[in-house]
């Protein structure tokens, strides 16, 4: 904790810090480490912290999943080979999401069902890019895509909403670019040498 004490009045001296996760991520601390430090600092009035809710996204079991391997039409995609695939071949190899994935692939016009062919599936592109795979990871690192794409995810259940809160700091009171350890009495040396004119007390 000291260390990040020391980098948030070291901080301080140069300005407001506006927005405390930014800024732990930007010094690669963590933020609630940082949230404790400022609470400590705030209790002897070195800062002042001002709350600032914002809304938030998470993934889901599902949605990280997804980020991991791929949204399920890219996964179902790639399971169809040059040659196609038979719908219940490709079923049973997809599981439980071979529905979804199935029709988001006909959707996307990545795949295809050949009626001449007893229904059988062939590739429409030979490749795709899975962008609800990018997006998913965008959200897992903070970064959100634009509201149209958000709701997609938010439809398919592979993201919920995660409210969250940072804090503008600025300078307290007893603001000092080094924290002082403060006394609990006034003791005999200090009153020999005087520190107890300048010693903060509890």
Same mark, same amino acid.
């Given at each position: 904790m000291a260390d990040v004490e020391s980098l =948030? #009045?070291? *901080?301080l001296k140069g300005g407001d810090i506006a927005n405390s996760l930014d800024w732990a991520q930007s010094k690669s601390v963590d933020h609630a480490s940082v949230i404790g430090t400022l609470k400590s600092l705030a209790g002897d009035e070195y800062v002042v912290m001002e709350a600032e809710d914002h809304e938030g996204w998470k993934l889901t079991e599902e949605g990280e999943a997804c980020a991991d391997k791929g949204s399920? @039409?890219?996964? !179902? %995609?790639? &399971? !169809? /080979?040059?040659?196609g695939a038979a719908k219940d071949e490709l079923e049973? #190899?997809?599981?439980? &999401? *071979?529905? !979804?994935? =199935?029709?988001?692939?006909?959707?996307?016009?990545? #795949?295809r069902v050949d009626k001449a062919q007893a229904g059988r599936i062939f590739r429409e592109t030979d490749s795709v890019e899975d962008t609800v795979q990018k997006h998913l990871q965008g959200v897992r /690192? /903070?970064? %959100?895509?634009?509201?149209?794409? =958000?709701?997609? =995810?938010?439809?398919r259940k592979l993201v919920a909403a995660a409210n969250y809160k940072t804090f503008r700091v600025t300078k307290g009171a007893g603001y000092? @670019?080094?924290?002082?350890?403060a006394c609990t009495d006034i003791t005999a040396d200090m009153m020999h040498d005087g520190s107890w004119r300048t010693a903060k007390f509890k």
């Open positions: =948030l #009045l070291s *901080a399920p @039409e890219a996964q !179902v %995609f790639a &399971m !169809v /080979g040059p040659d049973k #190899l997809a599981g439980a &999401m *071979a529905k !979804v994935g =199935l029709s988001q692939c006909m959707q996307a016009k990545w #795949l /690192g /903070g970064h %959100f895509p634009p509201k149209a794409d =958000l709701d997609k =995810l938010k439809k000092s @670019e080094t924290r002082t350890k």
